[in-house]
């Protein structure tokens, strides 16, 4: 097992660009795509097993804050990663909603575990069946509950995703009209 | 308290609302006629009987029997012998109705707005019966035994795995 330790690198590489004695250049997006994939807030929206294994992540021994995600945020006006961690019932639909969209954009989300993303074996009259019936879900982590490695997979899925994607990708029309599937805005 | 001292009390008062009385495990239990239950109850709780708890009001649903299709069950509590009693009345699904029991006890609040929102039983008297655990605009009564036990909006699910 000693030689499975992982290699925690805590230096970024740069991003692509120019290099030249007392300057680099690149483009501005890769800038600000870096400085996101390594501050990224999130809002624990946990309501069973899975916020325990979230909790996990937190503790030291898998130390969620080497992502920059050092403070969790229990206000939605300052995250930009939603981690539902747990069952969703229909009566806190609504809730998640407006959580979700009184987060300023760009925002992500993580559905943690099989009953955010799909309902899990909670397929019954009060469970909703996952919460991309109410909002868009970027990375879905599975499990029934997840380990807390897989739920650091899904942060750095997340963490690729907002690396590369344009600084204006979330002006799209693609992407408004997928909010607007949703009847958000 | 015996359950045949309790039995013969309640026949004694009310000769004709007790329907049939059994003792499953020992649990005296009767079936009192709709319109009586809450004499019954009221006659139980400041009677010398002292059966002054009201443990749990529930529904059940037997869809096999129009009859008697809709029950709703009473279980009261003597705290002071530690004596137990359950009551169950019965009607037909239409305009299922029966006595509220609020103004006896005023735990039977909730659980009458609960009964209801899972049973459809409506509860003369109480004074907000309205949905208390689903979201609000739930328009029907999911314990009754006519829907599907799984949610049909599922979509990753192939009932072929399943063996359905």
């Known amino acids: ?185 | 308290m015996t359950n045949e001292f309790v039995l013969e009390a309640i026949t004694r008062e009310f000769p004709d609302s007790v329907i049939s009385h059994s003792e499953p495990y020992d649990f005296l239990t009767l079936e009192i006629k709709k319109e009586d239950i809450k004499k019954v109850i009221h006659y139980l709780r400041d009677s010398s009987l002292e059966i002054q708890f009201l443990t749990d009001i529930c529904g059940i649903h037997y869809p096999e029997n129009p009859e008697k299709e809709i029950g709703v069950i009473y279980h009261l509590h003597n705290l002071m012998t530690n004596f137990r009693i359950r009551l169950k009345v019965f009607m037909p699904k239409e305009n299922a109705e029966v006595d509220s029991m609020t103004d006896l006890y005023a735990g039977a609040n909730w659980m009458e707005r609960e009964t209801f929102e899972f049973y459809g039983v409506k509860f003369k008297g109480h004074p907000d019966l309205r949905v208390i655990l689903n979201m609000e605009d739930i328009d029907y009564h999911p314990m009754l035994k006519e829907y599907r036990l799984e949610d049909g909006t599922r979509t990753d699910k192939d009932d072929k795995m399943f063996g359905r």
Do not use: H
């Open chain 1, 1 to 185: 097992m000693s030689d499975n330790k992982p290699i925690i690198r805590m230096d970024a590489e740069p991003p692509e660009g120019f290099e030249g004695e007392g300057f680099f250049a690149t483009k501005l997006s890769s800038v600000i795509g870096m400085a996101r994939k390594f501050s990224l807030w999130p809002l624990p929206f946990a309501t069973s097993c899975c916020g325990i294994e979230f909790m996990a992540v937190l503790n030291p021994t898998y130390d969620a804050s080497r992502f920059g995600m050092e403070r969790n945020s229990f206000s939605p006006r300052q995250a930009d990663m939603l981690m539902v961690c747990g069952t969703i019932s229909k009566k806190l639909g609504p809730v998640l909603k407006q959580v979700y969209t009184q987060m300023a954009e760009p925002k992500w989300v993580i559905a943690v575990g099989a009953c955010a993303s799909s309902g899990g074996i909670f397929d019954t009259y009060s469970v909703l069946q996952g919460i991309d019936k109410i909002i868009p879900v970027d990375v879905y982590v599975p499990g029934c509950p997840p380990r807390p490695e897989q739920i650091i997979e899904g942060v750095m899925q997340v963490q690729a995703l907002c690396e590369g994607e344009s600084i204006r990708r979330r002006d799209l029309p693609e992407y408004k009209n997928l909010l607007e599937s949703y009847g958000i805005n």
